[in-house]
């Protein structure tokens, strides 16, 4: 799996959520590989996008389409800043990698010097679903330099709210601080979803 993400500052909301409704009623029909995104506005708006699609090679040959190249420049045109992308062929999926039925997304970007222990914590599933059963499953897509970005679905922000209020293991405690000691957090409290 290959996942792209898109970020930037966008006051026009509708606007933006529109042109995705559009891009996903014209456009993704003759997107080779493309498996689906989650997509949601914080409280300061930001707007971010993560965009699953089979392999990098598909993402790029959907970028030459015309048609996609001409729907960019109406996005770009949306947004208040600059968009950021960043790709990530290394993707880890946590109990599948989420669902369409989350009421809340948590998106969590920073950067670790040892991406494989990240890796293996979202493996181990079993202690974390017993500890947490509002996390619906996430995505991990870490760049080259170790850099991540983290999507984890929740039940409902309430739940996600109370979950987070739970000591986990000691161990597992320090990991998580360490990795996550300089990370972003994005909160999605309207997220929407698309799948091929």
Known sequence: MFIQIIQGKCTKQDELHALADRWRSDLSPG????????????????????VRFDSR???????????QSAWAEEFAACMDAPITFHDCDD????MDGGSDDAGFVQIIRGKVDDPSALKAMMADTTMLHEMRPEILGATLAI????TFT????????????????QEPPEDVRRSLETMMADATFYDLHHPWFETA
């Open 31 to 50: 997107a080779t590989g493309w498996l689906g995104g989650t997509y949601g506005f914080t409280d300061d708006d930001t707007f971010v996008g993560v």
């Open 57 to 67: 090679e598909s993402a790029m040959a959907n970028s030459q389409r015309p048609e």
């Open 91 to 94: 993707v880890t999926l946590m």
């Open 143 to 146: 760049e080259d330099d170790g």
């Open 150 to 165: 983290e999507t984890v679905a929740f039940t409902s922000e309430a739940a996600a709210r109370d979950g987070e209020r």
